[in-house]
C-alpha cells in the first residue's frame, strides 16, 4: 500500500486511546507498526495488526465511532482526514476497492457473528431449561434436621446444581451435592445430567463421598475430549449420630456454625476439580452436627456477586451474615443470605449462578 | 481482556502473557497461549497482577494451558498421588500475583496443588530450571 507513503504519521505510546467509541469521527487510520485492541461498549471485538485500517466508517457515513481502540504496544499510524480521504477515493480506485473490501470482511463477519450470536442464545436457553430441571422441587423431611435451599439463575453463565439423595433402603442417611459446572449451554447442562445421574447411582450404591466423586472423575475422564470442569461438595449425613461425611473436590469450603460457642469453621477437605486430572484422591473428613448447628454450603455465585463498583460480597460478606444472630430456621438464614447478596448488589447485574443449602440440625423441642 | 506477551530468557526460554482485566472467558488467555505455543513457547509465565476476577471459565482457560504445556512434556507425568503430597509443581506453567479473589478462586479450585504462584514475574521466570 504505497497510498500513504508521504501521508502523515502519528506515534503513541501503548495504553493510548487511537478512537473513542460515541466520538465524532473525521479522520480514518491505517496501523503501521503495533498492537491495538478494539472494543464496542467495553466488550473486545477485535486485534488489529500492522496493516488494518480502521475509522473508516465515520468517513463515509459521518456518524460517531462505533467502537473503541487502545493501542496494546507502541503504535505507528497513519492518519488520513475526510478530504485527503475523498480524495484519495477519487484519484486511486484501487484504494476505494481496498477500502470497500475491508468493509465488505466486516460486513460478512458480522453476520456470520449474528448467526453465531443467536444459536448460542438458544442453546443457552435450552441448557438452563435443562439444568432448571435437574434441580430438586423440594427439601427433604428428616426427623431432627430442617434443610433449605436458595438458587438464582443469572442469565448468560451458570452451571450451578444441588441435590438431595436418599436412598430408599437406608432412610436415615442423607447425600447432599453442591456443584458448578465451569461452562453453559447444552454442553454443560448434558455434563450436569451425567454427573447428577452418576452420583444418584453412587450414592445408592453407598459408597462414601470420597469415593463417590473419585469415580465420576474417572468417568469425566474417560471422555478426553471433554473441555468441562465440575467443582463438587459432597456430603453425606447420618442423621441418626448427627455425624456430617464429606470429600471436596475443588468447591468452596461450607460453613459450619456451632451453636454451643456460636463460632464458624471451614469444613476443610482438599480436592482438585473433577475433570482436571486423570485420578482424583479424595481427601475425606467428618464433623459432628450438636442440635442447634447449621451448615451452610454454597456456590460461588454468592461470594463473588459483585455491587456497582466492582467489589465482591466475598466470604467475609457471607459470614457476618451467618454470625449475624442467632437463626430459628434453616429457612430464615437462606433468605437472609439471599437477602444480603441483592442489598449488596443493589441491583448490579448477576454474573453467576447463586445457590446456598443449609443444614440445621434442630434444637431440642 | 487484554493480553499483552513478551519473551524472558531465564535457564529456559519462557513466554510472559500479561493480562489485564477479568478472567471470565476461555477463548482470550487459550487463543494468545495456542498461538505462543505454535511459536515454540513450551514454558509461560502468566501474570495475573492486573486480574480482579477470575471465572470458572477462567479456571477452566489456566487448565487448558497447563494441558498444553503439559502434553508437549514427553517426561514423567503428575499422578494423583505426587499432587496430593505436594511432590508435583508444574515445570512449565507458573503464574504471578493472582489478587486476593483470584487467589481465593485458585485455591478453592486446588490449582495452588499443581502450580506454583509467585510474587513477581522475575521470580517467576528464575523458578524455571
Known amino acids: 500500500m504505497a497510498w500513504f507513503a508521504t501521508e502523515e504519521r502519528l506515534h503513541l505510546p501503548a495504553g493510548a486511546t487511537v478512537i473513542r467509541e460515541g466520538e465524532p469521527g473525521d479522520t480514518m487510520f491505517v496501523l503501521v507498526q503495533g498492537e491495538l485492541s478494539v472494543t464496542v461498549k467495553g466488550k473486545p471485538i477485535d486485534y488489529l495488526l500492522p496493516g488494518s485500517v480502521l475509522g473508516e466508517m465515520a468517513m463515509l457515513d459521518s456518524r460517531s465511532r462505533s467502537a473503541t481502540a487502545v493501542a496494546v504496544s507502541a503504535v505507528e499510524l497513519v492518519r488520513f482526514d475526510r478530504a485527503r480521504f475523498l480524495e484519495l477515493v477519487r484519484q486511486r480506485p484501487e484504494f476505494a476497492a481496498h477500502i470497500m473490501n475491508i468493509m465488505s470482511v466486516r460486513t460478512r463477519r458480522l453476520m456470520e457473528e449474528e448467526v453465531k450470536r443467536q444459536r448460542m442464545e438458544e442453546e443457552l436457553v435450552i441448557g438452563r431449561r435443562i439444568q432448571l430441571s435437574l434441580l430438586p422441587r423440594g427439601c427433604p423431611q428428616v426427623t431432627g434436621y430442617q434443610f433449605a435451599a436458595g438458587y438464582r439463575a443469572a442469565h448468560e453463565v451458570g452451571g450451578d446444581l444441588y441435590d438431595f439423595i436418599v436412598p430408599t433402603n437406608d432412610p436415615s442417611t442423607v447425600h447432599l451435592v453442591i456443584a458448578d459446572v465451569t461452562g453453559k449451554g447444552v454442553p454443560a447442562a448434558l455434563y450436569m445430567a451425567v454427573s447428577r445421574t452418576l452420583l444418584h447411582s453412587y450414592a445408592c450404591d453407598g459408597y462414601s463421598p470420597g469415593e463417590a466423586l473419585r469415580r465420576v472423575n474417572d468417568f469425566i475422564r474417560q ?4 473441555p468441562l470442569l465440575l467443582s463438587a461438595f459432597y456430603a453425606v449425613l447420618d ?6 461425611t464429606y470429600a471436596n473436590a475443588g468447591h468452596n469450603a461450607p460453613i459450619h456454625l456451632r451453636a454451643a460457642t456460636g463460632e464458624m469453621e471451614l469444613l476443610q477437605s482438599r480436592g482438585l476439580l473433577l475433570g482436571a486430572f486423570a485420578t482424583f484422591l479424595p481427601d475425606e473428613q467428618t464433623c459432628s452436627l450438636e442440635p442447634g448447628d447449621f451448615v451452610v454450603f454454597f456456590t460461588d455465585g454468592i461470594t463473588e456477586a459483585r455491587n456497582g463498583d466492582g467489589g465482591f460480597f466475598d466470604d467475609e460478606g457471607l459470614e457476618a451474615v451467618v454470625r449475624s444472630q442467632s437463626w430459628s430456621s434453616a429457612e430464615e438464614l437462606v433468605s ?3 437477602s444480603a447478596v441483592d442489598t449488596f448488589a443493589a441491583g448490579a447485574a448477576q454474573a453467576d449462578d447463586f445457590t446456598v443449602v443449609v443444614l440445621q440440625r434442630l434444637p431440642p423441642a | 481482556m487484554d493480553i499483552t506477551s513478551w519473551r524472558e530468557t531465564g535457564a529456559v526460554p519462557i513466554t510472559v502473557l500479561q493480562l489485564k482485566g477479568d478472567l471470565v472467558a476461555e477463548e482470550p488467555l487459550t487463543t494468545r497461549a495456542r498461538a505462543a505455543f505454535a ?18 471459565a477462567g479456571l477452566r482457560a489456566i487448565h487448558t494451558v ?5 502434553d508437549a512434556d514427553t517426561g514423567e507425568q503428575p499422578t494423583a498421588q505426587s499432587i496430593a503430597s505436594g511432590r508435583y509443581k508444574s515445570p512449565h506453567l507458573k503464574l504471578v500475583k493472582p489478587s486476593k479473589n483470584g487467589l481465593k478462586a485458585l485455591s478453592t479450585a486446588g490449582y495452588d496443588m499443581f502450580l506454583d504462584i509467585h510474587d513477581s514475574i522475575a521470580a517467576a521466570v528464575a523458578s524455571f530450571t
Not at chain 2, 66 to 70: T, V
Open chain 2, 39 to 56: 511459536d515454540g513457547a513450551r514454558n509461560i509465565v502468566l501474570d495475573l497482577g492486573d486480574v480482579p476476577y477470575i471465572s470458572s
Open chain 1, 239 to 244: 442423621a441418626d449420630i448427627g455425624r456430617l
Open chain 1, 223 to 226: 471422555d478426553a475430549a471433554s
Open chain 2, 66 to 70: 497447563y494441558m498444553l504445556l503439559r
Open chain 1, 336 to 338: 437472609a443470605i439471599v
